[in-house]
């Protein structure tokens, strides 16, 4: 199996990729034969869909081929305004068959542990035929990090994450059967 670790956010300062190295750190420590990768929403210059350069359009498809190349995901996401970022949410708009018939699962931070964003999040994800877990992790701005920066996730998070590896890896392998 090889499951893509999504950041979702670009800006400066972001929380993101902290966020996406523990979880990657994790996965890597299960040893269970499944590839984790982060895959950085950064390293790709995206346009605005509808606008762009030639340039860009080339990093569409770098995208949806790099999207397509996982059995599952785990999305990072930070929440903006009770919602998922808008340059997450323009990227996905890129992609549709790359996720068909796969899993997704959903690591959140925010005030209320990126909960608002996930759910709209698992919407969007319903029309991809994406299934999504039941596990969900919630990192507490105020409790997991120092100052709303510094990343220092309370121990008991650690068993929501292997809650949500065993869940995100079981139904890669169910899925994997059907594509
Ligand atoms: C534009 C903006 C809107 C935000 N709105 C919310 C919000 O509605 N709920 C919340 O819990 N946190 C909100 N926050 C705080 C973010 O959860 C926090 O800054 C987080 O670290 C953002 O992710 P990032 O660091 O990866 O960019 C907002 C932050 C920004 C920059």
Known sequence: MKI???????????????????????????????????????????????????????????WQEKIAEFDGYIIITAEYNHAPSGVFKNALDFLKPQF????????????????????????????????????QVNLMLMVDFINMS?????????ESLEELFVQTNKWAKALKTIR
């Open 100 to 135: 068909a018939d796969k899993v997704a699962s959903f690591v959140g931070y925010g005030g209320v542990g990126g909960a608002r964003a996930i759910e709209q999040l698992k919407l969007v994800f319903s029309e991809y035929q994406v299934a999504t877990t039941q596990r």
């Open 150 to 158: 510094e990343f220092a996730p309370k121990d008991y998070q650690l």
């Open 4 to 62: 893509g670790i999504l950041t979702t956010t670009v800006r400066e300062g972001r929380n993101s990729l902290k966020v996406a190295n523990w979880v990657l750190e994790n996965g890597l420590k299960r040893n269970d034969g499944t590839t984790y990768e982060i895959v950085d929403l950064k390293d790709f210059d995206l346009p605005i869909m509808g606008l762009g350069t030639s340039e860009q359009f080339l990093e569409v498809s770098r």
